[in-house]
C-alpha cells in the first residue's frame, strides 16, 4: 500500500476540521475532490474512516486511529517547512531555548545578550522549566535547544558539556558559629536543609550523593529557584544547597559563607542539547558556534 501524500494531507484536514467544505477550502480544492480523495483512502484501507453526519464527519475508531499517526506527521512537515525558511537568511526568524530560570539568569543571559546583539532581527523564545521539562519542550518541537544539567541518558538526544559548575551548601550570620568548621554529614543534617523541588536534577544528583554514603537527607524546605534558597539562606531560615558560581556575590560580601564538609562534594555539569539527527534552523546554528567559540 503506497497512498499518495495529498490523500493523507485532505484526511487530516477534514478530521482536523470536522467538514469536508472547510477541508476544500483550507486546501484549496472543490469539495468532490476531498470527497473523492477521502473515497480512495477508505477504499485503500478497506475500511470507513468518517462518519457523516448533519454537522459534517466525525472520525470512526479506525479513523481516530490514522489520525493520531498522520497529526504527528504533519507536525513534522510543519517544522520541517520551518526549518528551511529560517536557513535563508538571519535577518528575521526566531530562536527558542529551553532551560531553568537560575541557568538563564547566571549563565545563559550573557551569551543571549551577544547574540541579541548580532542578530536584533531573531525573536527570542526562552522556556523555563526543570530538565524533564525541558526534555519534553525539545522532543515536541517547541525548543530549539536546551541548556540542562547532565547527565542525560536518551538516544534521542545529542548533549555536549559545556560548562561544569561546583555546588555547595551555604548559610547566613544565623549559622555563623560554623565558620571554619568541617562538618560530617550526620552533623550537617543536624540542621534545617533547604533544597530545590524533588523533580530536579541538582536534588535528584544531592540525595543519590547522600545515599552513597548511608544517609538520607530530608529538607525541611523545599523550593522551586535560586533566588529563593539564597534569599532563605541569607534569612537564617536553613543552610541552603546551590551553585556556588550562582552566590559569588553574596560569599564575596559576606552575607552567606560556604559550609564546609569533610567530604568533597562531585562538580555538576550543564550540557548544550539537540535532537539527535534532525536539522537545526540557522539561528539555532549560529547561536551554538557562538556558545562554543566562547
Known sequence: MNNNYELYKVFYWAAKTGSLTQAAKALYLTQPSVS??????????????????????????????LYSYIEQSQIFISLAEEKMAALKKLESGELRIGGSDSLFKHYILPYLENFHHKFPGIKLHLNHGTTPEVISFLKEGKIDLGVVRMPIVDPQLEVKETLQLKDCFVAGEKYAALKGEVLTLDKLLEYPIILFSRNSRVRVAITE???????????????????LLIEIAKRGLGISYVTREFVTKELEEGSLFEVQLDVQLPPSHVGLMIMKNMPLSSAATRFIELFNCE
Open 36 to 65: 473523492h480523495a477521502i473515497k480512495q483512502l477508505e477504499n485503500s484501507f478497506g475500511m470507513t474512516l468518517f462518519n457523516r453526519n448533519a454537522k459534517g464527519v466525525e472520525l470512526t475508531q479506525e479513523g481516530n486511529v
Open 209 to 227: 550523593l547522600f545515599e552513597s554514603f548511608g544517609q538520607r537527607i530530608r529538607p525541611e524546605i523545599e523550593v522551586g529557584s535560586v533566588d
